[in-house]
């Protein structure tokens, strides 16, 4: 069956860095597009960052632009979420989403708490 595993998620400092990654199985991992979308209690989840399956352009919020990176391992089928440069706002869950056609798959969310 199709499963999306994150992890890598964890307490940090602001200013600090970790690196998000989703294990992928139960599909073609490389013919989607990937994207990490982030959620706090109470608001809407948040499209943080997505990559193509085509050539892997890549896109990201504008609250995250030039601190977080969007990566894929098409042989591993992982895709990676590079953070940088931590922020208590950056604080949520964090879900990995494998999207193409009609298929669209979630991971179960990787908690992320930045504070001092």
């Known amino acids: 069956q199709v499963q999306l595993v994150e992890s890598g998620g964890g307490l940090v400092q602001p200013g600090g860095s970790l690196r998000l990654s989703c294990a992928a199985s139960?599909?073609?991992?490389?013919?989607?597009?990937m994207r990490w979308y982030r959620q706090v209690p109470g608001k809407e989840r948040e499209l943080v960052a997505g990559?193509?399956?085509?050539?892997?352009?890549?896109s990201y919020a504008d609250s995250v632009k030039g601190r977080f990176t969007i990566s894929r391992d098409n042989a591993k089928n992982t895709v990676y979420l590079q953070m940088n440069s931590l922020k208590p706002e950056d604080t949520a869950v964090y879900y990995c989403?494998?999207?193409?056609?009609?298929?669209?798959?979630w991971g179960q969310g990787t908690q992320v708490t930045v504070s001092s």
């Open positions: 990559i193509t399956s085509a050539d892997g352009s890549t």
């Open positions: 139960g599909f073609t991992f490389s013919s989607y597009t």
């Open positions: 989403n494998a999207r193409r056609a009609f298929a669209n798959y």
